[in-house]
């Protein structure tokens, strides 16, 4: 268990709506990832963190941001939800031995966003 | 074709039998592969990492084959609480992890 805690857990609300997840951590990990996966596809990087304000896109990115003002917090936004948003949606943590980060990834419970 | 590919499933088969996933790759300069585990509706878990020398943890064995860029899952004497989705995973050199769609098991009574 690698303390990540995802909110809300479950979703749904009408296309034009902003949206904002939350994925917690309780490990100090400076790494921090947001997924999306849909049938037929494997899992996709929206956005990650490389710490304190540092974050970078990923494949899927388009529709998403991200911040995070906190070691422990990653937020991701869908400004004007979409139903090709309606998804669901991982947060992950990579640990890190020293300042190298180790090659293993840690998930959220994830949250289930439907977009009406 | 995709970053990473897997045996399109689902597989379905009797308790006790031996069941072998494969996955491709197509970025030479991976470094890293694993497997996940992910059950309905639940988020995916590290199964094991796959090392050169092919690795060994239970009843499940990883293969590595670095010139033909490909990866294997052996699951032997299969159990019901097997069922899941198998992810491959792989992580290029200086980039973020690719995973594969999965690969669906169902072990049956």
């Known amino acids: 268990d690698a303390g990540i805690t995802q909110s809300p857990r479950h979703k749904v609300t009408e296309t034009g709506t902003p949206v904002t997840l939350r994925c917690h951590q309780t490990?100090?990990?400076?790494?921090m990832y947001w997924y999306r996966q849909d049938p037929g596809h494997g899992l996709r990087l929206i956005h990650y963190?490389?710490?304190?304000?540092?974050?970078d896109k990923g494949e899927v990115s388009d529709g998403y941001s991200v911040s995070r003002s906190k070691t422990e917090d990653f937020l991701l936004t869908l400004e004007s939800a979409t139903s090709s948003q309606t998804s669901v949606y991982f947060c992950?943590?990579?640990?890190?031995?020293?300042?190298?980060?180790?090659?293993?990834?840690?998930f959220g419970p994830g949250t289930r966003l439907t977009v009406l | 074709r995709k970053e990473v590919e897997q045996d399109p499933g689902p597989f379905n088969v009797p308790e006790g039998a031996t069941v072998a996933f494969n996955c491709t790759y197509s970025n030479s300069a991976s470094q890293s592969f694993f497997w996940y585990r992910q059950d309905c509706r639940k988020e995916p878990k590290l199964l094991m990492s796959?090392?050169?020398s092919g690795n060994e943890d239970g009843r499940f064995t990883a293969q590595l084959n670095r010139a033909s860029q490909y990866i294997s899952l052996l699951i032997r004497d299969s159990k019901l609480s097997d069922s899941a989705t198998y992810l491959c995973?792989?992580?290029?050199?200086?980039?973020?992890?690719?995973f594969g769609p999965g690969t669906r098991l169902s072990v049956l009574p």
């Open positions: 796959v090392y050169s």
């Open positions: 490990e100090n990990h400076r790494y």
């Open positions: 963190s490389y710490g304190v304000k540092d974050t």
């Open positions: 992950a943590i990579s640990v890190v031995a020293g300042n190298r980060r180790v090659d293993e990834q840690f």
């Open positions: 995973v792989v992580l290029p050199y200086g980039q973020n992890f690719v």
